[in-house]
DNA sequence: GTCTATAGCGGGATAGAC
DNA sequence: GTCTATCCCGCTATAGAC
């Protein structure tokens, strides 16, 4: 085994690592294979020994970043929770996901976009397969087990609770302005956001008060 | 006046019309000034004749579909309103907004990750100075009133209401699975969610019930 | 105002030396 | 595995005819 010093000196490694910086602050089309050389201190013409293509190695900085998180999700949502451990569960969840690294919310708000194209596609249906339709049962369950207002849809509810994050993060230059800071929200405010969504999601759902019933339940009128 | 026949038959109009559609599909980068003259029946060198260059038309269909709605939502937003109003008013108006073009929420997502662009920059100024701060201030008064619970900051509980609507716009394709569309989300179900959202918001923000006083303010913990 | 033709540049990708 | 050199293509933008 070499000694430890060489600082994360494999090629493919430091190409991702270049790439995904760049793609998530120009985009894939607007990127070139001469700044990603350029950017990983590597000849260009390493990307073709390592990836097939540009595309290729945009596919693997998106598998790297955000299908790994998303399909390592399920495991932090074992069974027998109740909702409201659940949604503190996934709300803190959603951040660690958007602080994995400082350019998931930009390649996540590309790959928004970017719909057709194929790369976004499988991460999107895993994130819907698993903990959306997840916390959408612990929320049916809780509003069967009267922990929950029975009025809201559990899907709708379901969506208002992880936008709160989702948004926060992929909207990061609009939020700093609105909460006064110049150029980033520093991490303490991210801390208390995280705490605040738990607790607005929490709120929306308890139930209506003592005597009060909750609105009337909605018919279980089909989404389609 | 020419017969009302003429089908918007001016030349700049159409090139922002087909031009707009190509940006939020692909982005600005990958997209030729060929496609957009080509999407538009038109000479393509006419773009350098109505338009100084390519980033320029850029600039005119984002001011066209983005600035113009956001500086028309003060008008909305009158004086004297109660919080509760100011939510409902402000909630409808994003669902306006995403839906003035299908290609909104689109050229949205772009600008969210293109934030270094300038183009950005003044819309999002403008959407926190104007309706941001002033549901911001509708809150704080809301509070002051009794009619809000006085445990949430109220910027983090605006950001957490205004997140609903733009997140299930921008966020389009996940919302559409985890719904089980297909494709899109129909007509009837954005206006449920809309109305899901507004109720959504105003639960959270109700008063504790009764005895029992609202959770005492969180001390910021850091969870890093 | 609209069109053709093309200049000039920079992109992705490859061949092949080392 | 890494690097140089380069091909070929398609892009933005312009010149100038009509």
Redo the contacts between chains.
């Keep these: 085994m070499p000694p430890a010093a060489a600082p994360a000196a494999d090629a493919p490694a430091a190409l991702l690592e270049a790439a995904e910086g760049l793609f998530?602050?120009?985009?894939?089309?607007?990127t070139t294979i001469k700044q990603i050389g350029a950017a990983a201190r590597l000849n260009p013409a390493l990307i073709y020994y390592y990836f097939p293509d540009k595309l290729a190695l945009y596919a693997a900085v998106l598998d790297r970043r955000l299908g790994q998180f998303v399909r390592a999700m399920p495991a932090r949502l074992p069974a027998g929770l109740t909702a409201r451990e659940g949604i503190a569960i996934v709300v803190?969840a959603q951040?660690a996901f958007m602080r994995s690294s400082p350019h998931v919310p930009?390649l996540l708000?590309?790959e928004?976009?970017?719909?057709?194209a194929a790369v976004?596609a499988p991460i999107?249906?895993d994130?819907?397969h698993g903990p959306?339709?997840r916390l959408?049962a612990l929320i049916r369950e809780g509003q069967a087990a009267g922990e929950i207002?029975t009025?809201?849809?559990p899907?709708?509810?379901?969506?208002?609770t992880?936008?709160?994050v989702?948004?926060?993060f992929?909207?990061?230059?609009?939020?700093a302005?609105?909460?006064g800071h110049e150029g980033t929200v520093p991490?303490?405010t991210?801390?208390?956001?995280?705490?605040?969504?738990i607790?607005?999601?929490l709120?929306?759902?308890?139930p209506a008060?003592?005597g009060r019933p909750s609105?009337r339940p909605r018919r279980p009128?089909r989404?389609?």
Excluded: C, K, Y
């Excluded at 998530?24 to 607007?30: D, I, K, M, P, R």
């Excluded at 992929?170 to 939020?175: D, F, G, N, R, T």
């Design positions: 998530a602050a120009q985009g894939f089309a607007a803190r951040v930009r708000a590309r928004l976009a970017d719909h057709e976004a999107m249906r994130l819907a959306f339709r959408q207002r009025d809201l849809d899907a709708l509810a379901t969506i208002s992880i936008a709160q989702a948004w926060f992929v909207a990061h230059p609009l939020m302005r609105l909460l991490n303490r991210v801390d208390r956001f995280t705490e605040h969504a607790t607005f999601a709120a929306a759902l308890a008060p003592g609105r009128r989404t389609a």
